[in-house]
């Protein structure tokens, strides 16, 4: 089956004045298929998030090749990044931080469809319905950041990145600042809306039980390489690498 | 939330808000009159009446007369156009240009940051009022030459102001969702950078106009500002200082005039930036 992403020998190298450099992230290639979850855990450390900076284009690679549906987007820049944005969307870590504290979350979730050509009226519309389909009420579309709660601000987040209907939808630590019960609603809501609009996730976390309960295949990270992958069931019940083995020991 | 800590926090907002109210009249109030000086003015703040030269303040003219018998009543009114106008331009000329250059600064970063940074680094090097002479002399007298003086010496407080609240955004998350939503650099900047950073500016630019107002004056009165015989309060001071001791009130309308101005839109910029403080309880 074609790749939906594919990520060759990807490589992130900050440089350090007058210490050795730092390299996030080492000769990573993976692939994410069309109607996949995949989930990618780790320590906090150890690259995930850069490699996802790198793969929405927000940060620049040192080394290596990303493909989208076959097409190499490693050097694509200014107003072309649209088309990538089209395919790609990021929900980001901190719900509270992800919105402008000046602007409504209907005009946070209306910014990528008028960008993408829709009119004022249209967008403001379509933001209401989003925040509806992610399970809030459409007069939140008036509210602010601060007004609304970490739950309701990841709803209200997710609305944003779906306005557009990506093909790939990348979850960094999406739930992790959420308290549990309301994690479990976030992941029923990302259930339902795989199944409407046929996305794939690329899922990254640091809770092993989610990743098992979510995702159909795992990549473990660790110092910036993959370490692992698999089944989550098989990894979990016979990891093979010795840092997977330490990470789900510290788990239990 | 009803503690005596709640009730405090609303009564200083109260004080706040009332403080905003009063002071925000009455720099209205000064700018009003200078727009409309010239209907306010008793007398045509330029004919001569060398009879009547260096009367005492009286009915027919509330503040006296100058050397030329000119009524000193509508030449501080007229003065005021002058004065408050120019000031006024003045900051809003470094405010605009300043925050632009700063906001690119911070945008872009590299080569043209650290270029134009070190350039502001010289100017603040310098004392303001001393390259501002500097400036003026180099370019000769007149109203222009003295604002561009201060205009030049003054945006790099307002290009550092803009660009460090620039770079602290730029790693904002609501940032990169933006950019993932699609928008330009350019519309990044426009949507999310400017409205974030506008109040800080403001407030500076604010607090900027009374500093600002001193400065102008005393470059008239120097004599690197608004010519004679315009009526402008700096060059109106210098002009009556030889005869301070004999008929003050030509000095003091205009030093009053001055005094009332600065005071009044300095102890708005206080309001506002109290009233914008976060610190200062719920809005």
Redo the contacts between chains.
């Keep these: 089956m074609e790749a939906l992403l594919r990520v060759e020998n990807l490589t992130k190298v900050f440089p350090r004045q007058g210490r050795e450099n730092d390299t996030a992230v080492k000769d990573i290639s993976f692939a994410l298929l069309p109607g996949e979850v995949l989930g990618m855990i780790g320590e906090s450390g150890s690259g995930k998030t850069t490699l996802v900076n790198m793969i929405t284009r927000l940060l620049e690679p040192t080394a290596g090749r990303i493909f989208l549906n076959g097409e190499d987007i490693t050097c694509v820049r200014g107003r072309e990044l649209r088309r990538i944005y089209r395919s790609i969307q990021m929900v980001f870590q901190s719900p509270a931080d992800s919105f402008d504290p000046r602007r409504t979350l209907g005009a946070g979730i209306g910014e990528s469809l008028q960008n993408y050509g829709w009119s004022a009226a249209a967008s403001k519309k379509r933001a209401a319905q989003l925040l509806e389909l992610c399970g809030l009420p459409a007069s939140f579309s008036k509210r602010y950041a601060y007004q609304v709660s970490g739950g309701q601000c990841q709803r209200a987040a997710i609305a944003r990145a779906i306005a557009i209907q990506p093909r790939i939808l990348i979850l960094d630590e999406a739930t992790s600042a959420l308290d549990v019960t309301i994690q479990a609603e976030i992941l029923a809501l990302l259930k339902k809306l795989r199944r409407e609009l046929d996305m794939s996730y690329l899922f990254i976390c640091h809770d092993l039980a989610l990743v098992q309960d979510f995702c159909d295949r795992v990549l473990v990270m660790h110092q910036g390489s993959i370490v692992e992958e698999g089944i989550p069931d098989e990894v979990f019940r016979c990891p093979k690498n010795e840092y997977t083995r330490r990470l789900i020991e510290s788990a239990l | 939330m009803n503690g005596p800590a709640h009730r405090m926090r609303r009564l200083h907002k109260n004080g706040v808000r009332t403080r905003l109210t009063v002071f925000c009249i009455l720099a209205l109030a000064l700018i009003a009159c200078s727009l409309f000086s010239e209907h306010l003015c008793p007398y045509d703040p330029y004919a001569q009446d060398l009879e009547n030269a260096l009367a005492a303040p009286s009915a027919t003219h509330v503040l006296g007369t100058d050397r030329y018998g000119r009524d000193m009543l509508s030449r501080v009114l007229i003065g005021s156009r002058t004065s408050i106008a120019s000031t006024l331009s003045l900051v809003g000329i470094i405010m605009v240009f300043g925050t632009a250059i700063g906001v690119l600064c911070g945008w872009n970063g590299k080569r043209l940051d650290s270029l134009v940074m070190r350039i502001s680094d010289m100017f603040l090097a310098f004392p303001g009022l001393v390259f501002a002479l500097a400036v003026a002399g180099i370019l000769g007298g007149g109203l222009h030459n003295a604002i561009f003086a201060l205009a030049a010496i003054s945006w790099p407080k307002y290009a550092r102001i803009a660009r460090n609240q620039t770079l602290a955004l730029k790693e904002?998350?609501?940032i990169?969702?933006?950019?993932?939503?699609?928008?330009?650099g350019t519309?990044i900047i426009c949507?999310?950078i400017l409205?974030?950073i506008a109040g800080p500016v403001l407030v500076t630019g604010m607090l900027d106009i009374g500093t600002m107002m001193m400065e102008l004056a005393g470059l008239s009165y120097l004599g690197l500002g608004a010519k004679p015989p315009a009526a402008e309060w700096g060059s109106m001071m210098s002009d009556a200082r030889s005869l301070l001791q004999t008929v003050p009130w030509v000095t003091f309308a205009p030093g009053v005039a001055i005094f009332i101005s600065v005071m009044v839109f300095n102890l708005f910029g206080d309001a506002v930036r109290d009233y914008l403080d976060p610190k200062a309880g719920e809005r």
């Design positions: 904002a998350t609501f990169k969702a933006a950019r993932l939503s699609g928008s330009t519309e949507r999310h409205p974030n």
